[in-house]
């Protein structure tokens, strides 16, 4: 029997991904996984964190993927490169600070390093044509077959009739008839093809893998370029943009603020390297101050935490104020009003 093909499927833990990858190795194709990791995932810490997200599954959908289709998965850090991508990206952002069709050409990019490296014949994806606005269109997909390098040797094998043929189907390593023709957002062609495949338990069709195509955190992203005066970021600035409730009073600093126990759990890792408070006399958030405040910015920042403790309505609350020494003193204060939050400092 001669070898069979070898060929790298991106793996995002979505469905789409899955299906793809299951398509190729129906027609005898050696597939591999490859999962870029740029520190932007929905998936991972923020699930374990919150109350709320605690009857998820905590897994990594990349890996859970791979273990339903029996394949190795290569997990690449990426986070140093990917920043390029997030700053200054060639065709713009989407509707938030979102970089899709750079962040396409990118992987893609890699993945044809990654095969040429390791003697690989080509590359998969889960694209479908009209799936996604800016990086899933008919015009936009031979930009990322050729940017990326990648040209004939990128196969879409759930749209893959809606596309010219790959060099794969050309020579004769895929049956083109076995493919697909999806189009459009509906994704009940891909849960059909899962119920074929007997794919019960998937991570949600419609839903997006990367915090950059959620407005709240593209707010929150845009406001830390704007204090800052430049775009730049460390992979602990995403991810506490990710955590917590986040309030700008005033130019110079903002609070992140607990929303639950398991957030000022987490953010109890960052209290050295920023001024923090707490409430002492009634139960309440940690609250990390952002910034160089003064001492009516550490005012105004007290009464704020007071008024997100459940001391939110009496007199006067303690609150214990440490700064980036590690010196601590308690403040009373009067919680500010929770009607008169100006909805402006919400991010």
């Not at 789409?16 to 999962?35: K, P």
């Not at 493919?179 to 062609?189: A, E, I, M, Q, T």
């Not at 602990?236 to 992140?256: A, E, Y």
């Not at 952002?290 to 303690?318: H, K, M, N």
Request: with cysteine; aromatic share 8%.
């Amino acid at each position: 029997m001669p070898e069979p093909r070898k060929a790298i499927a991106l793996i995002s833990g979505g469905l789409d991904s899955l299906l793809a990858a299951r398509v190729m190795m129906d027609q005898g194709v050696h597939v591999e996984g490859i999962n870029f990791y740029t520190g932007f995932c929905v998936e991972g810490h923020t699930h374990a964190i919150r109350k709320k997200d605690r009857a998820r599954p905590k897994r990594n959908n990349a890996l859970w993927v791979a273990e339903q289709l029996g394949i190795k998965l290569h997990i690449v850090d990426i986070i140093e490169e990917y920043k390029d991508v997030v700053i200054n990206p060639k065709h713009g952002y989407g509707s938030n600070l979102n970089p899709c069709l750079d962040c396409k050409v990118f992987m893609v990019n890699k993945a044809r390093e990654w095969i040429d490296a390791n003697g690989f014949d080509c590359i998969i994806t889960g694209e479908v044509i009209g799936q996604r606005p800016m990086s899933q269109r008919r015009d936009t997909m031979p930009v990322v077959a050729r940017e990326s390098g990648a040209g004939d040797r990128l196969v879409r094998p759930l749209c893959a009739k809606n596309l010219p043929p790959t060099r794969p189907e050309q020579e004769g390593w895929l049956d083109r008839d076995q493919l697909h023709d999806f189009n459009g957002r509906s994704r009940k062609p891909q849960m059909a093809l899962a119920a074929h495949y007997g794919f019960e338990d998937y991570a949600q069709p419609a839903g997006g893998c990367c915090f950059l195509t959620d407005r709240q955190y593209s707010v929150k992203l845009a406001d830390l370029w704007a204090t800052r005066g430049k775009r730049e970021y460390e992979i602990d600035d995403i991810m506490l943009l990710k955590v917590g409730r986040h309030l700008r009073p005033r130019p110079n600093f903002k609070l992140i603020v607990g929303r639950e126990e398991g957030e000022n759990r987490y953010l109890e890792g960052y209290r050295k390297r920023f001024v923090h408070m707490l409430p002492t006399s009634h139960r309440g958030p940690l609250v990390l101050i952002d910034g160089e405040p003064d001492a009516a910015d550490i005012e105004l920042a007290a009464r704020l935490t007071a008024r997100f403790s459940q001391g939110r309505d009496a007199e006067c609350v303690t609150i214990e104020v440490t700064g980036k020494d590690g010196a601590s003193r308690a403040r009373a204060v009067k919680p500010y009003p929770a009607g008169q939050v100006p909805a402006d400092w919400y991010l």
